[in-house]
Structures are given as C-alpha cells and as structure tokens.
C-alpha cells in the first residue's frame, strides 16, 4: 500500500509567523493543531491557518523537502506560499476531518 507524506506550512492570523510541518495526514494534522491539541510552538503562537502543502509518496523525501523549506529565509518561504496562495487563504477552509483530503 502506497503512503502519502505532506509538508505544510501554517501562519497565524496576521500571516507574521510560519510553521513548517510534515505529516502523513494533512486533515488529522491540521485538527490537531486547529483544536490546539499539539502543545508546542503552533499552539503558543495560534498558528494554524494553512497556507502551503505538497505532497509526495516517499518519506525521504518529505523529511528532506521539510529540512529545505525550514533552512530558506522568510522572504523564500512567502514567495513559495505567495506562487500558490497569493491572498494567503486557509487552504483547509471547509475541510471535513473524515472526508477526503482535496486534490491540490
């Protein structure tokens, strides 16, 4: 059986602090965060509007695509969620925690 691995991105309110995340459940994920039963950085900071994922099905590479985008300086990171999401809307918005995740 063939996984799925998410990296994601999340930004508070205000869109002035991002998170960097991998999972391979982006709508279990985004509810844990959203309900604030992560403890931790996105739950001190309120961020869990989610503004950026891609996906791939080898883990390695997920690990690795994380390591990248945490490495690059704020203004790579926005131009990344911005080719994307250029209003910086919750892309989850709407999701349903049993449904199936959307096509990106």
């Known amino acids: ?3 799925s ?6 930004a508070n ?3 002035r602090v991002l998170y960097t995340g ?5 709508k279990r994920r985004l ?12 739950k001190k900071y ?3 509007k989610l503004v950026y994922f891609e996906g791939t099905n080898d883990v390695n590479t ?5 390591k990248e985008i945490k490495g690059w300086i704020r203004a790579k990171k926005n131009a990344l969620v911005e080719k ?14 049993d449904s199936s995740l959307p096509e990106k």
Not at 5 to 10: C, M, S, T
Not at 22 to 26: A, E, F, W
């Open 46 to 48: 309120r961020v869990h």
């Open 13 to 15: 309110a205000n869109n």
């Open 22 to 26: 991998i999972t391979n459940n982006l």
């Open 62 to 66: 997920a690990i690795a695509r994380e």
């Open 1 to 3: 059986m063939e996984r």
């Open 31 to 42: 509810f844990e965060h959203k309900h604030g039963l992560v403890e931790g950085f996105t």
């Open 84 to 97: 994307e999401n250029p209003s910086w809307s919750d892309l989850s918005k709407g999701w349903e925690v």
């Open 5 to 10: 691995y998410f990296v994601y991105l999340l």
